[in-house]
T-cell receptor, first 113, second 111 residues
């Protein structure tokens, strides 16, 4: 069964901490994405990557960075966590063919206190 | 401002009823997808439609892509409690397979 695995389901961090969210996929997909999901706002794209070491800003990249050193792993970094980054974070991957859509991980619910 | 507007935002119905949810945009999309998300999980792809006017059926679910490729609808016949979840539409093109998501319709089907 193909999978996107996010390292943590729940995280609680303090304001100002550096936070790493990890995502691994086993489908050999080129494209990987990080979204955040907030009630009433839907999924908003933070960053995406279409190849190893390549990254592109999404719609809300401020306060975040990403790393893709290996094809299967895409990490989201909160440089200095703030309370307005409390959210559900979803990682996804895709083959690049629209018909197959995205495969999402189960999400990481991050609370910044 | 959302690129894709979904309506209604919330829907609570009895088992056996029919329902339709809508996804509208002023933009044209090359393709449109529907996902269902259950609490505590990531969205799961239900269908992708790529041709204007296309209709796809998945058991009791019927998906339609508008002729102008700006809107879509999802119709569920004889809803069941297992249909409960958040339904998300996503429109996109072929550039890096990047899709824009609507804010979703939260469906609750009561037994």
């Amino acid at each position: 069964d193909v999978k996107v695995t996010q390292s943590s389901r729940y995280l609680v961090k303090r304001t100002g901490e550096k936070v790493f969210l990890e995502c691994v996929q086993d489908m050999d997909h080129e494209n990987m994405f990080w979204y955040r999901q907030d009630p009433g706002l839907g999924l908003r794209l933070i960053y995406f990557s279409y190849d190893v070491k390549m990254k592109e800003k999404g719609d809300i990249p401020e306060g975040y960075s990403v790393s893709r050193e290996k094809k299967e792993r895409f990490s989201l970094i909160l440089e200095s966590a703030s309370t307005n980054q409390t959210s559900m974070y979803l990682c996804a991957s895709s083959s690049g063919m629209a018909v197959y859509g995205y495969t999402f991980g189960s999400g990481t619910r991050l609370t910044v206190v | 401002t959302q690129l894709l507007e979904q309506s209604p935002q919330f829907l609570s119905i009895q088992e056996g009823e029919n329902l339709t949810v809508y996804c509208n945009s002023s933009s044209v999309f090359s393709s449109l997808q529907w996902y269902r998300q259950e609490p505590g999980e990531g969205p799961v792809l239900l269908v992708t439609v790529v041709t204007g006017g296309e209709v796809k059926k998945l058991k009791r679910l019927t998906f339609q892509f508008g002729d102008a490729r700006k809107d879509s609808s999802l119709h569920i016949t004889a809803a069941q409690p297992g249909d409960t979840g958040l339904y998300l539409c996503a429109g996109g093109g072929y550039n890096f397979n990047k899709f824009y998501f609507g804010s979703g319709t939260k469906l609750n089907v009561k037994p």
